[in-house]
């Protein structure tokens, strides 16, 4: 799946609710993402949102399935779920809160994936789907790489895990306790000391030349497809999980190569159940990567801009994600004000920012402290973890010079 389908906009028609309510509707799913758009029942919808407990809101939903049979239908009450509906549906109890609303957009945005890929699979039989890949001059045979296929539903629905069976998915978490500034300042990684930092800057180098490269790292290669924004690995999440927390010696960086690739020499064309979403095999690293700590570029004493929804419906969601993404999409905050306004681990927010920042969806901003704030800068907690962190920094440049 292309990048210009992974934004594809969901279109979304309400029904049934007063002028005030609906307003307040359209602002609150801007605010949420940006491919959502509220449109009138004349723009086609993808998504037929009903207020059954509005008058004549039975009669509106019957009317809208007879003549849009195809739309999915969300009906929302403040009743129980309707068991005299006998087709599908999919419910959102009221009152509207902000998880139950995500929830409801990730299962529309994954019952729309359907079609897409049932379309796909019929012009598969007849036509290869993935672009040439152009090749760096210096690879370049007199006979021409055969096209790559990688496979039409290789992209898996995303996987949500609470705080145990993540701990079994990414490994042990360690507790931090955000009140001491010394664990604090500990509890951080650099991504270019992993496998991680590698493969990122090599799929911004693949883009940019729009050319397939490997990585290199002297484990297993690693195939960067720009067209179509897909990674090839001969490797199974756990031995990936394995090899991502371990450190990559700065002398051994010379084992580590990005190189172009002659499609006609590599396995690809006999193992294309190997290819991965470029985007959520970057996540699934980070978050391998990270385990609990957060990246060291980022101060976790600053506040974090929050971008725009991560794409849940095809990542791993960490436990408290969607938590955290509606706290951070209302205002910036730091990692650690996350922590201690959703009371969770501070390891939970480090997790999904590490992930977040892979992906360039965050960036941090300098709090603007007020006049009691600055009076109190010297003696406060965070003055001195903000020190700690700066010598933290400067001994692992020292260390690494």
Not at 135 to 143: E, F, G, Q, S, W
Request: proline share 7%; glycine share 4%.
């Amino acid at each position: 799946m292309n990048q210009r389908e992974n934004n594809k906009s969901i279109k979304i028609a309400i029904h049934g609710v007063p002028h005030s309510t609906h307003k307040i509707l359209c602002l609150f799913f801007k605010q949420i993402s940006e491919h959502i758009k509220i449109v009138n029942d004349a723009d086609s919808p993808d998504v037929d949102l009903i207020d059954i407990d509005f008058a004549g809101g039975d009669k509106i939903l019957a009317k809208q399935r007879a003549e849009h049979p195809e739309r999915i239908f969300v009906i929302t009450s403040l009743k129980n779920k309707p068991n005299t509906i006998e087709y599908d549906y999919l419910f959102l109890k009221k009152p509207l809160t902000r998880e139950r609303i995500i929830q409801i957009i990730m299962q529309c945005q994954l019952q729309l994936k359907q079609p897409t890929i049932q379309k796909k699979q019929v012009k598969a039989a007849s036509k290869p789907s993935t672009p040439q890949a152009t090749v760096l001059p210096a690879t370049v045979d007199k006979k021409p790489a055969s096209p790559i296929k990688p496979p039409e539903n290789h992209t898996r629905p995303a996987e949500e895990f609470n705080e145990k069976g993540f701990t079994h998915f990414i490994g042990l978490i360690p507790t931090i306790d955000i009140k001491d500034p010394a664990q604090i300042a500990q509890a951080c990684f650099s991504p270019e000391d992993y496998f991680l930092g590698y493969v990122y800057n090599a799929i911004k180098i693949s883009h940019h030349k729009k050319q397939v490269l490997q990585v290199d790292a002297s484990w297993r290669p690693l195939l960067i497809f720009p067209h179509s924004h897909e990674i090839w690995l001969d490797a199974n999440e756990h031995q990936l999980r394995a090899f991502a927390g371990l450190k990559i010696s700065r002398t051994s960086e010379g084992k580590v190569r990005i190189l172009p690739v002659n499609l006609q020499k590599t396995k690809v064309n006999q193992a294309s159940d190997k290819f991965q979403n470029e985007e959520s095999f970057l996540w699934k690293l980070a978050i391998w990567t990270s385990k609990g700590r957060y990246p060291q570029q980022l101060d976790p004493t600053k506040p974090i801009v929050l971008k725009h929804w991560p794409n849940f419906t095809r990542l791993v969601i960490t436990p408290h994600a969607l938590r955290i993404t509606a706290l951070l999409i209302q205002q910036p905050q730091s990692m650690l004000d996350v922590a201690k306004t959703l009371n969770i681990g501070a390891q939970y927010v480090f997790v999904f920012i590490s992930g977040c920042q892979a992906l360039n969806l965050v960036a941090q901003i300098e709090r603007k402290p007020g006049p009691e704030e600055k009076t109190k800068k010297k003696n406060n907690a965070s003055g001195l973890l903000s020190k700690l962190l700066n010598k933290l920094r400067a001994k692992n440049h020292d260390d690494t010079a």
